[in-house]
């Protein structure tokens, strides 16, 4: 699924390609996304310029004029690609062709996404702190931990309405890197690991982002290439494999109904 730093990519690869464009045309070839695509989407879109494209949560927003966002989520296989879809590519469920004749197409097998306008980012839901931000803080977790003890450290920073964009992957990197069991319950974190955690978290993030996010399924950039953090994970759908730290056996738990990984060895 993609997290935080696929869909800041995606952000990232289609905004020389979008912005400044006119959209000349919008064809939804099918509604039933996780929210149906509403009727007079397309109208809404129509003959609007991108000002920008940019990221909240796992967001993508572009900015479409007067304070209105055409906002799309990738959902669990969702992509939002430049260029003509090859002809052979089922699941297109989006196509618009933006002045010059630039296609951008929204492709999404499982259809766990969303495609709406929004403005004032009205519609996202709940969403907490950006982790890239400098809200997220040893500060932020330590004043978290004294209202939600009984979590585990794994499941509280996979909530959105605390901390946006950490999926399974980067929260398990992330503990690996701060030496911290993702099954243990958050009240019993100490203050010092909070502060790996805090430095974790966004140096993770970072690092998937400089290598284009991780491809495990259907993730693709917005100019339909792979990432390459799948080739750098330390624990992430490790299991049985040695830890390249200690060469201890990376262990497979279930934590808050996610399979989860950690080496016995680095990890407390
Ligand atoms: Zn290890």
Redesign the pocket.
């Known amino acids: 699924m993609p997290e935080l730093p696929e869909v800041e990519t995606v952000c990232r690869t289609l905004r020389p390609h979008l912005v400044g464009r006119r959209i000349d045309q919008v064809e939804v070839r099918e509604r039933r996304l996780r929210r149906p695509v509403v009727a007079g989407f397309e109208d809404r879109l129509v003959g609007r310029t991108i000002r920008d494209v940019r990221r909240r949560a796992k967001y993508v927003l572009l900015d479409v004029g007067d304070g209105q966002d055409w906002v799309v989520h990738l959902g669990m296989s969702g992509r939002l690609c430049v260029g003509e879809p090859p002809p052979e590519l089922t699941h297109v469920h989006v196509v618009v062709v933006l002045e010059g004749g630039q296609v951008v197409y929204y492709r999404d097998p499982r259809r766990f996404g969303l495609m709406f306008m929004t403005s004032a980012e009205e519609g996202l839901g709940e969403l907490g702190v950006e982790p890239l931000d400098s809200a997220f803080s040893a500060e932020l977790l330590w004043r978290l931990r004294k209202r939600h003890r009984r979590v585990t450290v794994k499941s509280l920073l996979m909530d959105s309405r605390k901390i946006v964009g950490v999926g399974n992957i980067y929260a398990s990197e992330a503990l690996f890197q701060a030496g911290v069991r993702p099954g243990r319950r958050f009240g019993r974190v100490t203050r010092a690991e909070l502060e790996r955690i805090a430095a974790a978290v966004p140096a993770v993030l970072r690092r998937a982002i400089e290598s284009g996010g991780s491809s495990l399924s259907d993730y693709r950039d917005g100019e339909g290439r792979e990432g390459g953090f799948q080739r750098e994970l330390w624990v992430y759908d490790r299991a049985g494999e040695p830890?390249r730290?200690?060469g201890?056996s990376i262990r497979a738990q279930v934590v808050g109904g996610r399979g989860s990984f950690y080496?016995p060895?680095?990890q407390r």
């Open positions: 830890c730290a200690c201890s080496c060895g680095c």
